[in-house]
């Protein structure tokens, strides 16, 4: 008798060997002998998982591990407590909404009047002297003009945004000042992109309850704080430490939201919370002209936290952290909570659940990281795509937004990007619904590309026919651009929104805050193109558009890669996210794919016959499976 060894993942993606059954030596002579020497071999290779394919695992998966399909219908499925959960991240989510859009009322730039000339000033009128003998005409023109209006004692400002007084005419921040406020835009962004990457490590590895409660205290102190600053450098410093609360608490709040629904409900319930947030950009404009200061504008956005301080109460930890990450002690008392909260009987215990859960209290919590993405051959992938998606879809939403707002900052166009946002995230429904996870990132990702491409080389082209003056066909490229301009924030918003959401589904729960952390740090990056393009003066902004143009084009290639996840439970341990399958788009497309075992005797990781006699029938791997899915015919 021999004992065969094979190869499986453990829940943080390392191989160990895992012994299997014993078996009979093959007969057959000295031929039989060299193949199962062969087999043995192969086998101590270490291989790694089949590209697209699912990790094989010798031993059936624990009841208590199949949270969508056994424990959460146990407990009631989706029920009055779970419901009640949902709705109470909901109104953070109201809150943080007045904070990420706050920098067009508290930074926005006002119109402005001249009161009292600068007549001494002989410097920038020297400069523009000089470009002129350095022969740059056009430069000087345009440093004249800025010169010209820039040369002032004393201001009278005129604010747009419903505001008497905000940042900018509080501190004067014009002319020469203008760039402070780029940086106070920019501070707040780079604290969210430090927020999410490191407190989503950090929900992974303590829980999402103690980063919500960490993350609520904060804010209330360097929020309020931001109110009393006393200068621009003590402002931009408190805003760097808001947006990275306000980016934990975001990011804790979407985990939790979608740890709590059931396959059918988590899309929905996602969706209800993006038109929540867009509906506090909506009443943004109302708020600020009750409080005419921007220093009660920031205090009345900040206060409202501290009715979130009573969820440490409210508010359980993430009941599938726990079960995953070993905290059956606790896990125990949430089931019997949940139980009572949705009147489930839990005395006849048919699933074997609670049995279950008894027999492994004495297990030790286990700790995970974001880190261990790197040693995964699917999920790695996976995660890059969509944050390659995030990133582009919030840069190039701001390529379009320029083309129609053009530096204004009326309620009209404030109004116009709240109402594209609105439309967006009720288009994702019926898309989504008809189309899938991938169908659907990968249709509004073409769409955006069009918009973008067509804006880029159609409107360039000449319109005009010898009956046709310039005017007429200026006019008619003004119309084109608003059109495709609104079409691409919209495609693009819809982007923005499915790849994090889609990320959340992919990512397994003992990772998955430091996963959709990464991709909220890229949608952040790319939202840092704007207050980057303000700052040079928009200087590159044609070849900004076109690289972001061009990473459309990647994404279109990249998303058919992608598993599909409608309907699918969660993945638990990164095994199970790593086993993920991406099925064929097409009817046909199975059809022309290599079977999983030719794809496996390609990379000399098969099964060899020493080790199919000494496991056989096992059914992991399906023999009609391929790289892609399975083979339906």
Known sequence: MRTGRSLRLD??????????????RPLGGIGSTRRAMDAVQLDGLNPSPA??????????????????????PFLGGFGRYQRRLVALTWIPA???????FSDHFLLGQPERKCVRPDQNSTSSVREIFDLIATGNDAAADAEGINVTACMCLEWRFELQSGLQQNVVTKWTLVCDGEWKVHIAKFSLLVGSIFGYLLMGAMADWLGRIPVLLVSV?????????VAFSVDMAMFSTLRFFEGFCLAAIRLSLYVLRIELCLPAWRFSMTMIASLIIVSGQLLMPGLAALCRDWQILQIVIIAPFVLMLPYVWMFPESLRWLLVTQHYQRAKQQMFRIAHSNSVDTATD??????????????????????????????????????????????????????????????????ALAAIAVASCMVLFPVVAGFGRRGGLLTFMIITALASLLQLGLLNRTYSTAHDDTGSRDSLNQRFSYAFSIIGMFSSHAVSTLSIFYCAEITPTVIRGGGVGLVLA????????????????????????????????????????????????????????????????????????LARTEVREYSRVQDTPLHQIVNPGNGSVPSNSTVNGVRTS
């Open 11 to 24: 829940a943080c993606g390392a191989r160990s060997p895992v012994q299997t059954a014993p078996s009979a």
């Open 217 to 225: 205290l904060s804010v209330l102190v360097f929020g309020l704080a």
């Open 350 to 415: 048919s699933s074997g659940i609670l049995s279950e859960l008894e027999t492994e209290l004495q297990q030790k919590p286990k700790t995970f990281c974001v880190t261990q993405l790197s040693g995964t051959r699917n999920l790695w992938k996976n995660t890059v795509v969509l944050c390659v998606n995030s990133l582009t879809g919030y840069g190039i939403h701001h390529c379009f937004a320029r083309s129609v707002l053009e530096g204004s900052a009326s309620h009209l166009h404030y109004y």
């Open 522 to 593: 890229s949608a952040g990056f790319g939202m840092l193109t704007a207050p980057l393009m303000e700052l040079h003066n928009q200087k590159g902004f044609f070849l900004h558009h076109v690289i972001l143009t061009c990473c459309t084009l990647l994404c279109i290639i990249c998303i058919p890669l992608l598993p599909e996840t409608a309907k699918q439970p969660l993945p638990e341990t990164i095994a199970e996210g790593e086993g993920l399958l991406r099925r064929p788009i097409l009817p046909g497309e199975q059809h022309h794919l």
């Open 94 to 100: 109201f809150l943080i909404s007045f904070s990420q």
């Open 51 to 72: 590209e697209n394919g699912s990790v094989s695992q010798s031993e059936p998966h624990k009841r208590l591990s199949q949270v969508d399909t056994v424990v959460l």
